[in-house]
Nanobody, 122 residues
Framework: QVQLVESGGGLVQAGGSLKLSCAAS????????MGWYRQVPGKQRELVAT???????NYADSVKGRFTISRDNAKNTVFLEMNSLKFEDTAVYYC????????????????WGQGTQVTVSS
C-alpha cells in the first residue's frame, strides 16, 4: 500500500502564499503522475495541477500563472506552491499518486491523501 501524507495547509489572506507538500511512503519503485486536486462542500473534486515523473505539468486554467507544481522523484514528494491566493481558492486540497509501481509487487496502483484545508480570507 502507498500512503500519502500532506502538509502545509492553513489560513492566509487574499494575495498571500502557501506551499503544500505531499510525501508518498512505501516500498515504491516509481510514480508516474502526482498531482493536487481540491474540493469544496457540495461540489465535485477538481483538478488543480499534475506532474509526471518526467516533469510534464498540467494546470487548471483557474490557477495558471499563480500555482506551481514540482516534485522530487528521489523522495516521492510533490509540492504545490500557491501565490496570489484568492478567496475562491479556499478548499480541501488532496494529493494524488497514479501509476505507482512497487519494488516487490506486480501491478500499478493509485492513492489519495487525507486532504489539507486551505482557507483564504478576503
Amino acid at each position: 500500500q502507498v500512503q500519502l501524507v500532506e502538509s502545509g495547509g492553513g489560513l492566509v489572506q487574499a494575495g498571500g502564499s502557501l506551499k503544500l507538500s505531499c510525501a508518498a511512503s512505501g516500498s515504491i519503485f516509481s510514480i508516474a503522475t502526482m498531482g493536487w486536486y481540491r474540493q469544496v462542500p457540495g461540489k465535485q473534486r477538481e483538478l488543480v495541477a499534475t506532474i509526471t515523473s518526467g516533469g510534464t505539468t498540467n494546470y487548471a486554467d483557474s490557477v495558471k500563472g499563480r500555482f506551481t507544481i514540482s516534485r522530487d522523484n528521489a523522495k516521492n514528494t510533490v509540492f504545490l506552491e500557491m501565490n496570489s491566493l484568492k478567496f475562491e481558492d479556499t478548499a480541501v486540497y488532496y494529493c494524488n499518486a497514479d501509476g505507482v509501481l512497487f519494488r516487490s509487487r506486480a501491478g500499478s496502483y493509485g492513492a489519495w491523501g487525507q486532504g489539507t484545508q486551505v482557507t483564504v480570507s478576503s
